[in-house]
């Protein structure tokens, strides 16, 4: 019963989402916004981590699954996309790349940001 619960918190997060998307003209997908809302939760102690965490972990155990469809399309339709697999695969790289460097200059800066934040407090 305890997963049911804590399926029914993330599907509500992503209800909320879907419903911000239909309110706001951004195009953000209405997953950003869920994930934002469950995110915004968790830090403002709204929710808390233990009343999700077991399904979170659950859902990211099987999210791989979800990747096979996708993958096996993508395999059985190399034909079509056989011209231009370079360009492809040089973006897949690059974003790749990019995605990681922004993600450890912004981690350093929040782990740098939180030292000075407890030496001001010592």
């Given at each position: 019963?305890?997963?049911?619960?804590?399926?029914?918190?993330?599907?509500?997060?992503?209800?909320?989402?879907?419903?911000?998307?239909?309110?706001?003209?951004?195009?953000?997908?209405?997953?950003?916004?869920?994930?934002?809302l469950?995110?915004?939760?968790?830090?403002?102690?709204?929710?808390?981590?233990?009343?999700?965490?077991e399904?979170?972990?659950?859902?990211?155990?099987?999210?791989?699954?979800?990747?096979?469809?996708?993958?096996?399309?993508l395999?059985?339709?190399?034909?079509?996309?056989?011209?231009?697999?370079?360009?492809?695969?040089?973006?897949?790289l690059?974003?790749?790349?990019?995605?990681?460097?922004?993600?450890?200059?912004?981690s350093?800066?929040?782990?740098?940001?939180?030292?000075?934040?407890?030496?001001?407090?010592?």
């Amino acid at each position: 019963m305890k997963y049911v619960k804590q399926f029914a918190i993330i599907a509500l997060m992503t209800f909320l989402g879907e419903c911000l998307n239909l309110l706001l003209p951004l195009p953000v997908p209405a997953s950003i916004y869920g994930m934002i809302l469950l995110f915004l939760s968790l830090q403002t102690g709204i929710l808390k981590l233990s009343q999700i965490e077991e399904t979170a972990d659950l859902l990211l155990a099987v999210m791989p699954i979800f990747f096979i469809s996708p993958t096996v399309s993508l395999m059985s339709s190399i034909g079509v996309i056989k011209d231009s697999l370079v360009g492809v695969l040089v973006i897949c790289l690059l974003s790749t790349i990019i995605v990681m460097a922004v993600t450890g200059l912004v981690s350093q800066a929040i782990i740098r940001h939180d030292k000075k934040k407890k030496e001001v407090q010592e």
